[in-house]
């Protein structure tokens, strides 16, 4: 095996880098709990749903909703309407960048995107499992709905074959020690570049990102080294091979995959991301392209065909959240020590509009009255009184983010409209009661 040289990275300048690239596993281990564990699963499907055939025609019966009426979990869901993501006017697709982040104008060319909700979250609660977060696409596009704390985006995996094999397949203990060998070589380099950066007097920015590389690295190290030599789970393989309707067979395996994850507890925090697909998709009934199909202008052959598509991956998630319901812990099931976020960064993809975003959340954490359908207009709670009706969504917002992130900086635009109800559903695991901070109005 060759030797790294520390010359070769100096001369390359590629230790950076390198160590960036490698870092897809970070959190220390923690103490295991008898109380079943809290997990989410962020959804994103990138072109929406069509808004009449998505939203019940009558608010607060999920059975008058065209899509959502064959759910079989309706009592454990709730669909918020007439939310919508600032900053996204002249973003077109660009908009899902900012899915899990709440950037503003993911299409301008200086864009900067920020840490995405699932990395937040995976910080908290991804210690003690074996992959602190998975993030999945349904095709290899190099990015999709998560992204770290410097705003770049962490590739995600789309190969069902490989997803499977990595969570439950033994490991190759002699290469992943050399790769834990490497990955060492790279920490020992960066800790002498940082040393000889120091000596040269660099930009602080510079500096800082070689400290955040050293800290996530050193990071992994631990957690892979805790790790090695422990057996992962057996499980029967269950993923589909149908290959008449592949995209639809994609999603279903997509979310065995994330219901296998979480039954195991392999890890506690998933992001599925529902990109859109060039050309034409086959699923039952339909074969056209979804991208097409979404510019449906309003002509009735081509929503009839869009909503075949559409509802394909609301199938498939209707038996996900059947199937963790009917899986025992605790007191409850999976489903109720599980959140579910899924909506879509467009509201009206046909036009390309961020606003009246669909958005279901199901499983643990919102408390509402069976089948509701919930409007997001915000109104103030006890904790937030005097407030009026024009700067409630404001201060309460600001309270939730300086209470979740200790973000004293926060202005009205940090968190977006998904983050906001995230928060909402998962007030426990962040050590305070949402209900004393923002309440709903169904009126």
């Known amino acids: ?17 390198l160590a960036l690239q490698s870092l897809d ?26 808004e009449p055939y998505f939203f019940p025609k009558k608010r607060g019966d999920l059975g008058t909703s065209d899509y959502l009426k064959g759910m079989k979990t309706r009592d454990k869901m709730t669909v918020f309407q007439n939310l919508f993501h600032p900053g996204m006017d002249t973003s077109n697709h660009d908009s899902e960048k900012s899915f899990l982040t709440g950037s503003l104008s993911p299409e301008s060319p200086t864009f900067s995107n920020g840490i995405s909700l699932d990395q937040v979250l995976a910080r908290q609660m991804g210690g003690d499992t074996r992959f602190p977060f998975l993030n999945f696409s349904i095709y290899d596009r190099g990015w999709g709905i998560s992204w770290n704390d410097r ?13 499977f094999g990595k969570l439950f397949k033994e490991e190759d203990l002699q290469a992943k020690k050399q790769q834990l060998r490497n990955d060492q070589n790279i920490l020992d380099c960066l800790h ?6 120091r000596k040269r007097g660099s930009q602080p920015g510079k500096l800082d990102s070689y400290k955040a590389a050293i800290r996530e690295l050193e990071a992994q190290l631990d957690h892979e080294k805790f790790w090695l030599n422990a057996q992962k789970p057996k499980v029967e393989k269950s993923l589909s091979e149908d290959r008449e309707f592949a995209f639809s067979t994609k999603i279903s395996n997509l979310f065995e995959l994330a219901k296998l994850a979480f039954r195991t507890d392999s890890t506690r925090v998933i992001t599925l991301s529902m990109d859109w697909i060039d050309g034409a998709i086959k699923v039952p009934g339909a074969t056209g392209g979804w991208h097409t199909l979404s510019h449906h202008g309003g002509k009735p052959n081509m929503i009839g065909q869009l909503s075949k598509i559409e509802i394909d991956p609301l199938k498939h998630f209707n038996r996900f959240l ?3 319901d009917q899986i025992k812990e605790g007191e409850g099931t999976l489903l109720d020590h599980t959140t579910v976020v899924m ?32 409007k997001s207009r915000l109104r103030c709670a006890t904790s937030t009184s005097n407030c009026s009706t024009s700067t409630t969504s404001t201060q309460a917002r600001l309270e939730v983010a300086r209470r979740i992130w200790g973000c004293s900086r926060c202005d009205g635009n940090y968190l977006s409209n998904l983050q906001k109800i995230t928060l909402l559903a998962l007030g ?8 004393r901070v923002l309440t709903y109005d169904y009126a």
């Open 151 to 163: 705003g770049s985006p962490i590739p995600p995996m789309h190969d069902e074959e490989k997803i």
């Open 192 to 197: 002498r570049d940082m040393a000889q950066l």
């Open 1 to 17: 095996m060759r030797t790294i040289s520390r010359q070769e990275f100096l001369k390359a300048g590629t230790a950076l880098p």
């Open 343 to 374: 909506g879509s960064n467009f509201g009206d993809s046909s036009n390309h509009t961020c606003n009246n975003l669909p958005m279901i959340v199901a499983g643990v954490g919102i408390v509402t009255k069976p089948k509701r359908c919930s």
């Open 25 to 50: 596993l970070r959190a220390a281990t923690k103490p295991k709990s008898t109380v079943p564990p809290r997990r989410i699963i962020f959804i994103c499907s990138c072109l929406g749903f069509y």
């Open 322 to 324: 059947y199937e963790m």
């Open 428 to 435: 426990s695991l962040n050590k305070f009661d949402p209900s």
